[in-house]
Every structure is written in structure tokens, then in C-alpha cells.
């Protein structure tokens, strides 16, 4: 048993750039999918629909940790190398697509049916109506619960420690089993989940006020 010190609180704080780095990662990754989702869940073709609708009922109904096992230990079954990092950020993506994609299913739906017929009229097909009409108002509507998911997001990517990967929660872990003391390793660690958190979910709050107040 050693003290803790200040390496050992480096060490922890250190550790919260990997849980950042793999929150961007599975954020944007998840964004990427999950628009795509999002657009095959309000297509008019019904294969795409019902393909999408399955993706996202497998991944939502499922425990993230769950995943992030069959994706470590379901890589090597099948003769694939995958290290912690790269199981933590397919998992974490896959994950994110799913939530993302009915987020934004839910915000593209949510456009005033008046602007599908508009965009109809001016002739524009499903591509140019989506880009030019419906998707720039789905995205103001989106913003507020896409901030939301982040900060849900980088919470979850805790989960990862149990695959091996040393991010914040396993760097307080490690830490923990070295001093042999968890409520201030932990406290600290909670901290600066807090600290990472709590901007966006103010962030988040301020957007909601924001694009719901009336126009004056």
C-alpha cells in the first residue's frame, strides 16, 4: 500500500483525455450511423425501415456492457485481434448510432408536415428535399437532446474499464487498489465526471430554452 499522492492524482486526471477521446470517437462514429438510421427510419421503403427499426430495437434493448463484451470476446471467437480501445469504440459506436438515429428519427418526423408538401411542390426529390428543407429544421430541434445523449454518453464509456480499457473509472481503480482508498479515489473520480458533465448538461438546458421560446 502506498499513499496518494500527487502522481497518483496525475495519474487519474491523465486517464480523463482517454475517456474524452473515446467519447468523441464513439460520438462521431454514432453520428455518422445513426443519421443513416435516422434517414432509413423515415424512408418510403419499407425493407429499409424494418432493417433500421431491428438495429435499433437489438442495440437499445441490450445492456451496453453486454455489447462491449461480444464485441471484445466476439472478435477473437472469430480469429480477429482486437485490443480494449478499438472493442471500446465499435461498441460504444454501435451503441450511439442506435440512440442517435431515433433521436433524430423522432426529430425529422417532428418537421410541420406543411414543409414535406412545400419542399413536394417546389418539385425536389427525397435527396434535395432532405438536404436543403427538412434536415436544417430537424437539426435545430435535435440539438438540445443530441447534447443531452453526449453527456449520457460519456458516463457510459465507464463500462469500458471492464473490457480492460484505462480510462477514468479504471485509472481509479487501479489507483484504488493501490492505496486502498476508495471514497477519496472515488470522490475524485466522480469529480471530474462532474466537471466533464455538467457543462453540457447546462449546455443542453439553455439550447431547450432557447429554440423552444417564441419568436419575438
Known amino acids: 500500500m502506498r499513499p496518494f ?6 495519474f487519474i486526471l491523465t486517464a480523463a483525455q482517454w475517456t474524452l477521446a473515446l467519447s468523441a470517437i464513439a460520438f462521431l462514429g454514432g453520428a455518422i450511423v445513426g443519421l443513416g438510421i435516422a434517414l432509413a427510419r423515415t424512408s418510403t421503403i419499407k425493407p429499409l425501415r424494418l432493417a433500421s427499426t431491428s438495429y435499433i430495437q437489438l442495440f437499445q434493448g441490450t445492456p451496453l456492457l453486454m455489447q462491449l463484451f461480444l464485441v471484445f470476446f466476439g472478435a477473437t471467437v472469430l480469429g480477429f485481434d482486437v485490443n480494449p480501445w478499438a472493442a471500446a469504440a ?4 454501435l451503441n450511439a448510432s442506435a440512440f442517435l438515429g431515433e433521436i433524430w428519427r423522432g426529430c425529422i418526423q417532428a418537421v410541420p408536415k406543411g414543409q ?5 411542390a417546389l418539385g425536389l426529390r427525397y435527396p434535395g428535399r432532405m438536404m436543403y428543407v ?9 440539438l438540445p437532446p443530441t447534447v443531452g445523449f ?5 458516463k457510459s464509456t465507464s463500462l ?8 477514468l473509472t479504471r485509472a481509479g481503480q487501479i489507483i484504488n487498489n493501490a492505496t486502498f482508498k476508495p471514497f ?5 473520480v466522480a469529480a471530474i465526471y462532474f466537471a466533464m458533465c455538467w ?17 419575438r
Open 90 to 93: 465499435l461498441g460504444l459506436t
Open 116 to 120: 414535406w408538401e412545400a419542399a413536394g
Open 199 to 215: 457543462p453540457l448538461s447546462l449546455l443542453s438546458t439553455y439550447l431547450e430554452r432557447r429554440l423552444s421560446a417564441p419568436a
Open 160 to 167: 469500458a474499464a471492464i473490457i480492460g480499457f484505462t480510462e
Open 150 to 154: 453526449l453527456v449520457q454518453l460519456i
Open 184 to 188: 477519496l479515489v472515488f470522490s475524485i
Open 134 to 142: 427538412i434536415l436544417p429544421q430537424a437539426a435545430k430541434i435535435a
Open 5 to 10: 499522492g500527487y502522481n497518483e492524482f496525475l
